[in-house]
């Protein structure tokens, strides 16, 4: 649990240190912290997604539900699926 929080602090500094580089006030504008939540979200999301192409899987349904469910709900996904 340590860990988790040293990363999120050290992500964090990197984010202050990208908004002082781009002059960006913090808290950002809203739509310039919308944008980076969602930045954040497709950086989070893309690499098990390229993986899965470059190992030739199929990427469906099930799968995207599987891997993300979860992630997004806060809920395990269900033994049916």
């Keep these: 649990m340590l860990k988790t929080y040293s990363v999120s602090l050290a992500v964090g500094v990197l984010a202050g240190v990208?908004?002082?580089?781009?002059d960006v006030s913090s808290p950002a504008p809203p739509f310039v912290a919308l944008a980076g939540l969602a930045?954040?979200?497709?950086g989070e999301h893309i690499i098990?997604?390229?993986k899965r192409l470059l190992s030739r899987?199929?990427?469906?349904?099930?799968?995207?539900?599987?891997?993300?469910?979860?992630?997004i709900g806060d809920n395990p996904p269900s033994s049916g699926d």
């Design 39 to 42: 930045g954040m979200q497709i």
């Design 48 to 50: 098990p997604l390229i």
């Design 57 to 71: 899987q199929p990427v469906n349904l099930r799968w995207f539900r599987h891997e993300y469910h979860h992630k």
């Design 18 to 22: 990208i908004y002082a580089v781009l």
